[in-house]
């Protein structure tokens, strides 16, 4: 990687879109266009939620959080410890600061969530401010879209910077290869993995010491590859067949095993297609 790309790389932490896409076209990162931004957010819509607008507010069996919108941001209550990144709240904040007017009851709870567990959750669905919450989620499909898109871009310095330094540069150069591989896949590859899997550079993240996002994918694909987007999907494979093996077993994490893999294969060209 040439070093005035492993310095943007190192240095950029902005979320505003303004700054993302002026950081994308300076590291050769390929800047969506909006016809491929739409698709990006259909994909990710589809892989969360097949398309249902009921799946936009849902808290699963087994989880002690609701998942909101189409890309199943996490809320937690107010005090609430969990190992996953909770990214509802910094939602309601960007859709908030680009003029998406929330419900009243949003702003006044000063985005906490009020539902004390799924049952309580599930029992209110009908609810009106259920009733507004899915109404602003599905209005705001675009702005769902451009805020994976944005965290994507601010976390890529820190996923970086969490290499050890040798690494450092060859990780930046793979994650280059792959954004440019078979357009928009490995752009679509790398967001939607992050955004499904996380960074990888939480500790709390993590299980018997190894983590499951994007830096351990990026570590254990090749040195050299002739096909960076295919060998970046074996790569994560292999990286959540690992996290499988090592999650306490009580979560039975093998049940979710198939569908990670599904996912995964969303990421390459349809066949046929070059």
């Known amino acids: 990687m040439r070093p005035r790309v492993l310095t943007v790389l190192l240095s950029t932490f902005c979320l505003a879109t303004a700054s993302s896409l002026s950081w994308a076209a300076e590291s050769g ?40 919108g189409i890309g199943h941001f996490i809320w937690y209550q107010a005090g609430q410890k969990e190992i996953y990144h909770e990214t509802f709240p910094d939602l309601l904040d960007y859709l908030q600061k680009h003029d998406v007017r929330l419900p009243g009851w949003l702003t006044a709870s000063r985005f906490e969530q009020p539902w004390p567990d799924r049952d309580s959750f599930l029992a209110d669905s009908a609810s009106v401010r259920q009733q507004e919450l899915r109404t602003l989620l599905e209005g705001s499909l675009t702005e769902q879209t451009a805020f994976i898109v944005n965290r994507f871009h601010a976390a890529i310095p820190g996923i970086i910077a969490a290499a050890p330094g040798p690494q450092q540069s060859e990780l930046g150069r793979r994650l280059l290869q792959v954004a440019l591989s078979r357009p928009p896949q490995g752009i679509y590859a790398l967001i939607d993995y992050v955004h499904f ?8 993240e993590q299980y018997q010491g190894q983590g499951w996002g994007l830096l351990q994918v990026l570590q254990a694909m090749p040195a050299d590859s002739n096909e960076p987007l295919q060998d970046f999907v074996q790569a994560a494979d292999a990286v959540l067949t690992r ?15 198939a569908g990670w893999r599904n996912r995964l294969n969303t990421y390459l060209p349809p066949a046929g297609q070059p």
């Open 197 to 204: 899997k996380g960074e990888g550079t939480r500790r709390e």
């Open 243 to 257: 996290r499988v093996a090592n999650a306490p077993v009580q979560r039975n994490e093998s049940r979710w095993l």
């Open 29 to 68: 990162f390929p800047v969506l266009k909006s016809v491929q931004l739409q698709w990006l957010g259909d994909q990710i819509y589809r892989n969360e939620c097949n398309h249902q607008s009921d799946c936009l507010t849902s808290w699963n069996q087994g989880e002690n959080f609701p998942s909101l």
